[in-house]
């Protein structure tokens, strides 16, 4: 059963550091989506990808956020410096096209200290 | 107002009850309709899509009133198991010329012994 495949689980690190989370979408899927969530948040789209390209990065702050695709088969959202703030489960999800369902990864538990 | 949105609840129901959920949408170019399941400090997992003419899968159906902008989810005979959050999804074309996916924040189910 093809699964979304997220790394890491879970990340513990100070303030200032930079995260990278790591995301291989479903062979084959074209659309990736990176996604946060918080107690207080629903969903928030951070980033879309439709073909490698950025489509939608509207929701991500762009100051200390960035989001690529070096290639089809991975997905990375780089935090640059973290802050507490940015403490959340991040999910990353892929679909064959928007128009259909997504299927979501495990998603990575980010704790900023 | 929100481009989707849903009561979050709870709601909490005995097992054995019929429970429906409604999310609305804004948007009426909306093409696409899910229905996700999220377990608590879970990813979002499909449960079903939503097609014109309503659709069943077990216990549940979902349906869809384009005219009122409303989906609907019935789950019937409930389960302790069926206890999650259930998420809408709602997709559409926009302006930049690709898909819009909107996730609603949720309508929190506790099913009770």
């Known amino acids: 059963d093809a699964r979304v495949t997220q790394t890491p689980r879970h990340k513990v690190t100070e303030m200032g550091q930079e995260v990278t989370m790591r995301c291989q979408p479903i062979?084959?899927?074209?659309?990736v989506f990176w996604y946060r969530q918080t107690m207080m948040q629903g969903l928030e789209l951070l980033a879309y990808?439709?073909?490698?390209?950025?489509?939608?990065d509207s929701g991500m702050p762009k100051d200390r956020f960035s989001a690529e695709m070096p290639d089809a088969t991975l997905a990375t959202l780089k935090i640059q410096p973290s802050e507490p703030r940015d403490s959340a489960v991040y999910f990353c999800a892929s679909a064959p096209t928007a128009w259909e369902a997504l299927h979501f990864g495990n998603g990575t538990r980010l704790t900023v200290t | 107002r929100k481009e989707v949105e849903q009561d979050p609840g709870p709601f909490n129901v005995p097992e054995g009850a019929t429970v429906a959920f409604n999310c609305t949408y804004s948007n009426s170019a909306s093409q696409s309709f899910f229905w996700y399941r999220q377990d608590c400090r879970k990813e979002p997992k499909l449960l079903m899509s939503v097609y014109s003419s309503g659709n069943e899968d077990g216990r549940f159906t979902a349906q869809l009133n384009r005219a009122s902008q409303y989906i609907s989810l019935l789950i019937r005979d409930s389960k302790l198991s069926d206890s999650a959050t259930y998420l809408c999804?709602?997709?559409?074309?926009?302006?930049?010329?690709?898909?819009?996916?909107?996730f609603g924040t949720g309508t929190k189910l506790q099913v009770i012994p």
């Open positions: 990808f439709r073909n490698r390209a950025p489509l939608d």
């Open positions: 999804v709602v997709n559409r074309p926009n302006s930049g010329g690709y898909q819009k996916v909107t």
């Open positions: 062979l084959g899927h074209n659309t």
